[in-house]
């Protein structure tokens, strides 16, 4: 009877996989990314960086608007009018160093200041218009130029941030999803594993009281009952905690956190490997296009720029402006006669540091930035193609590690048939039988293990090369 017993209870035993629940649904990878991409809040926030670098360069360009400019001061003082100046200007900046300015003026007044006199016959008031020009520093490059340069650089930088960003966040979700796909699958083992133990108890039991086991029979079967308990209950908890950290990336297109369902399965993993020539594909996009190495290229930019405007800073200040006066019109808006050489009025602002210390201290700054610079791109380049060949390196050897574990677990299928041919034969006993079920456990569960790692190093090896893993 006793080898009846058992007999019947190593049959309810698949050995092949795991059984999964009938109303289960697959969750796969590919919808849990889209997801990510769709909704999380993380994303979202990313491509704000896309639209605060236009907002840079908008106020960068800002620095280019036309403006009207107006003054008045009025002095009055025991019925005496001292002065009553007016003027009124439309400055239009443009890209080359040339300043138009046209514009009005009235003064009038008892103590007006000689420059500002504007005589009666015109009613105080005077038309004027031209241009100011500057011809030595800032004729190539200034301030202004500068910066708008400077924000489209930023701008595509913003650009390579929002990959850094996203990437970095689909490697934490790939991990978090390997993960619950381990834990999941890994409850699921020890759920079969704890059915088991708990038949052959009850059964065991039986078997002793019809006299046909010895009661230390019944105490080992319940020793593997109560560890099979303590291993589920251990899986359980971490199936649960894994399914709240999956949850963490799962969100509405309204922006409402959601929760993963219990029915959610994980999909099954498919262990394809990686080529060298996969590998090869990797290492040149790194080098040509990994965002965290384009960003300080761009930085190089910037302060090439910064180099640029320090050196031109080296040059005399010279500006020289003209303006004619009630011409082609007067404030009437009467027309009149152009004359270059008559009513019009000229400047000239000429400036030059002696010792050039501040300039030549900002150029010696800006070069010592961009060797630096280079430095730190060189060196990531070297950490991030060792990072890229060590990720593959791990790849393959999982890959080959999870080969031997699989023939391995199929072994010790044909180990617990052997087993159950030798207990119809009664060739062998509980405590063999209870061996290679705990090794047969055992072993699946170092085989998800494997997969999982498996999946973990292909999402960071992808992201090594600033790229997101590919869908399959």
Known sequence: MKNNILIYLLCLMPVAGVAQPEDSVIFSYTDFHQLIMENHPIVKQARLLSDQAVQELRMARGGFDPKIEVTWNKKSFKDT???????GALKIPVWFPVSPEIGIEQNSGEYLNPEKYISETADYRQVYGGVSVTVGRGLFIDERRAVVKQALVFQEMAEYEQVKLINKLLLTASVDYWEWYYAYNNYRLAEQGIDIASDIFDRTRMAFQYGEVAAIDTVQAFITWQKRKIEFQQADVERMNAALKLSNHLWTASGMPLELQDSAIPEVVMLTGTSEEELTRLLDLARTNHPELRKLELKNEVLQIDQRLARENLKPRLDVGYYLLDQPFNADGDQTDVSLDNNYKVGLNFSFPLFLRKERAKINQVELKISDNNYERDFRERELINEINSHYNQLVNTIQIATNQQQMVAGYNAIVAAERLN????????????????????????LLKLNTTYKKNEAYLYWSAGVPTPLK
Not at 424 to 442: P, R, T, W, Y
């Open 423 to 446: 207990l119809q034969n009664g060739e062998s006993d509980l405590f063999k039988l209870n061996l290679q079920v705990d090794k047969l456990i055992e072993a699946r569960s170092k």
């Open 81 to 87: 009018e001292y002065y009553n100046t007016f003027k």
